[in-house]
């Protein structure tokens, strides 16, 4: 049984940084891609960011270019996002996600349960 379970969301000043993290178990990620989506009230859930969990290669939703940055620890089986210059409009609940076709295109297979990032202006 796969497992996502996402901490490091909470309530912060617009400029400001907030790193969440995402620990996977349950199975071999090593050929997948790990994500990040999220979805603001009143919106449809949208990517964020993704990275292949073998050779760490990195994309991005245009609107966060820049500001966020996706990584992972191998040894940890975690994934994180750094999110830096934070805006009023990326408050969302953002989830972690896992599946073998690309992120950006694709409805993952595996999702975590989700963490509120409130941003104030």
């Known amino acids: 049984q796969v497992q996502l379970v996402e901490s490091g969301g909470g309530l912060v000043q617009a400029g400001g940084s907030l790193r969440l993290s995402c620990a996977a178990s349950?199975?071999?990620?090593?050929?997948?891609?790990m994500g990040w989506f999220r979805q603001a009230p009143g919106k449809e859930r949208e990517f964020v960011a993704g990275?292949?969990?073998?050779?760490?290669?990195?994309y991005y939703a245009d609107s966060v270019k820049g500001r966020f940055t996706i990584s992972r620890d191998n040894a940890k089986n975690t994934v994180y996002l750094q999110m830096n210059s934070l805006k009023p409009e990326d408050t969302a609940v953002y989830y972690c996600?896992?599946?073998?076709?690309?992120?950006?295109?694709?409805?993952?297979?595996?999702w975590g349960q989700g963490t509120q990032v409130t941003v104030s202006s």
């Open positions: 990275i292949t969990w073998r050779v760490g290669f990195t």
């Open positions: 996600a896992a599946d073998s076709r690309n992120l950006n295109y694709y409805s993952p297979d595996y």
């Open positions: 349950g199975r071999t990620f090593s050929n997948y891609h």
